[in-house]
């Protein structure tokens, strides 16, 4: 009888040996055969990995996917190269690149040594066949699967097999740590498909509420795979601490904190520039242990610079000794994301910013779309089993460039006194940038910059005349906000000369109250002149205003500062070009309205 299990939604793992003629002491790699297409014993079933042309999306590992200890996020220890796939034999290669940080060092060290001799991919089936023998055991084969990570881990799954003396040898028989669920044999294929989506969603809902809630990922694969319900699984998240902040970028790399405070970008500036880093080790070492960190090496052969290292210098600045310091916690890279707020609109917004963001591509986060249902029932009456409809918001990142020129007399200056100007102009020049891009941005998603909120499908609210809006008009695009269920702290933005019509413009009659009062509200909104906010005369006037609710804003900034130094010789300066990876959306577009003239 022809049927289909649920495919796994957690990831799956598989170890192989590690082969010592394949280690290279120079240049910190492994070659690994990290899969095969043996059989592997599951216990209630077979499963193979195909390795035909196509099964395999390399595109992760090909990026250079990460490397871990004992399939540990919290311990990346270095990265993937130079992915092979021997469709003949059924074999998948992959150079492991060792990160210098301490922990890695003693990983790669062990693996010389022959007391590592294991790894283990995580993979994510996407499709696959299934067959049964005439004992009626089945087999299930992975025609469409992606390798996530490989990890060097210190226990084999398959306590018979022995270390690999032969490059060639043939991997043995692997084994999983993991459950699949399996669905019974007796139902018949209706059934079977409705317990298929009844898994489906129950593990997807799963999902999204731990994430959501800040759960950790092998929590949420536990209740994936233990069976629980949405409900037993969130009686047990709530009574979960909310995570501590997270380990940043320079202390997964092992920088100290000694390293953050001696840290220098002008002595980098004139090392990067003369050649010689002699004096500039320090900063050279941190950036190459960030690239190792990342998997990424810095842009254009420049260098990588921690955002903590720009919090300690700005927090100590300007203070006499015995003062305390004005940012107390500098090891948090997320208070990079603080000094923009302070020198933007977008901190006076209050608009959601998330740091330390990894990888290469779009980040996706849930967002609920509708509320539960709810009815109702007698005294023993129960409630109706009801999803929280969500789907995702996707944040594509692009890359901010600022340039800061740095003058022949100003750099006879101190070090400390030129890396808290070069800090104090970056920080002002990336948050102006950052507040022209979250309003006007770029006409839509296909561009380098972000999409902007006035160039984005919201809502629109006519006014007869631009220039002049009135009382009318204004509760008419309130009305659109409050429609949509829109909540929070909504604000208004506008530019002064819209200020100065709201400042004068009476509601209505002869009344002494204006459309903007005396505590600077219209509506009862914070209303706030920006000159961002479009205003134009002439045949086409504009004069642009938005309405709405900052919340659901949402910029995400990856990873740390690229740095690129250039000289020009003409007048001895230099140039000193920042990259920030950064991108913006909006969780929900009904919560803006923008005017328009009306037709």
């Not at 492994?30 to 390795?51: A, K, M, N, Q, W």
């Not at 609210?461 to 269920?485: F, H, I, R, Y």
Request: glycine share 6%; net charge negative; hydrophobic share 35%.
């Amino acid at each position: 009888m022809e049927r289909t299990r649920s495919i796994p939604t957690e990831m799956q793992r598989v170890r192989m040996l590690i082969r010592e003629a394949a280690i290279d002491q120079e240049k910190r790699t492994v070659r690994v055969v990290f899969s095969t297409d043996e059989p592997v014993d599951r216990g209630s079933y077979t499963e193979i990995l195909s390795h035909e042309p196509g099964a395999m999306d390399t595109t992760r590992v090909e990026a250079g996917a990460a490397v871990l200890w004992n399939h540990n996020w919290d311990n990346h220890i270095g990265i993937t190269q130079d992915i092979d796939i021997d469709h003949e034999s059924g074999l998948a290669r992959a150079t492991l690149r060792f990160s210098r940080k301490a922990f890695a060092e003693e990983v790669f060290q062990d693996i010389q040594d022959g007391i590592l001799t294991h790894v283990s991919v995580g993979y994510f089936i996407e499709q696959e066949t299934e067959a049964r023998d005439k004992n009626g055991h089945t087999t299930y084969t992975a025609t469409r699967w992606t390798p996530h990570e490989i990890s060097v881990v210190h226990t084999p799954a398959d306590l018979g097999a022995q270390i690999g003396r032969n490059a060639e040898q043939q991997p043995q028989k692997q084994t999983t740590d993991t459950e699949v669920i399996d669905m019974p044999t007796e139902n018949t294929n209706e059934n079977v498909n409705t317990a298929i989506e009844a898994e489906r969603a129950r593990c997807a809902s799963i999902q999204n509420l731990g994430q959501k809630l800040g759960v950790a990922p092998d929590r949420i694969a536990e209740a994936q795979r233990s069976g629980e319900s949405l409900s037993e699984f969130a009686d047990k998240a709530e009574a979960v601490k909310p995570p501590q902040a997270t380990r940043s970028n320079a202390e997964e790399a092992g920088i100290t904190d000694n390293d953050l405070e001696k840290f220098s970008i002008s002595r980098a500036m004139t090392a990067s520039i003369t050649g010689n880093w002699k004096k500039a080790g320090l900063e050279r070492a941190v950036s190459m242990a960030l690239a190792d960190q990342r998997g990424k090496e810095a842009r254009d052969g420049g260098l990588i610079i921690p955002h903590e290292a720009f919090i300690r210098q700005m927090s100590t600045r300007n203070q006499v000794s015995d003062s305390a310091p004005l940012i107390t916690d500098a090891r948090r890279a997320d208070l990079f994301i603080d000094l923009l707020r302070e020198q933007s609109l977008l901190g006076r917004l209050n608009m959601t910013m998330h740091s330390g963001l990894a990888g290469n591509g779009s980040i996706s986060m849930p967002r609920q779309t509708g509320d539960a249902a709810c009815k109702w029932v007698g005294e023993h009456g129960t409630a109706d089993n009801s999803k929280v409809p969500t789907d995702l918001v996707t944040i594509k990142p692009g890359t901010l460039v600022c340039a800061v020129p740095v003058s022949r007399r100003l750099r006879l200056t101190s070090y400390a006194n030129l890396d808290a100007i070069i800090q104090n102009s970056m920080v002002k020049s990336m948050g102006r940038e950052l507040d022209k891009t979250t309003i006007y941005g770029a006409a839509d998603d296909k561009q380098n910059q972000p999409q902007g909120i006035m160039n984005r499908t919201i809502q629109e609210a006519e006014l007869s005349n631009v220039n002049t809006p009135t009382w009318e008009e204004l509760l008419g695009m309130e009305e659109l906000l409050l429609d949509e269920s829109a909540s929070g702290n909504n604000i208004l933005l506008i530019n002064n000369k819209m200020r100065t019509h709201l400042k004068s413009k009476v509601k209505t009659g002869n009344t002494a109250l204006f459309l903007m009062g005396d505590d600077n509200r219209t509506m009862g909104y914070e209303t706030i002149a920006t000159n961002i906010m479009k205003y134009a005369t002439g045949a086409t006037p504009v004069n642009d205003m938005l309405l709405m609710n900052p919340e659901y804003a949402v910029w995400g900034f990856w990873s740390d500062l690229d740095v690129i130094f250039q000289h020009k010789e003409e007048d001895d300066s230099y140039i000193i070009r920042m990259f920030q990876d950064a991108g913006f959306a909006l969780e929900h577009d009904e919560a803006f309205v923008k005017t328009k003239k009306k037709a």
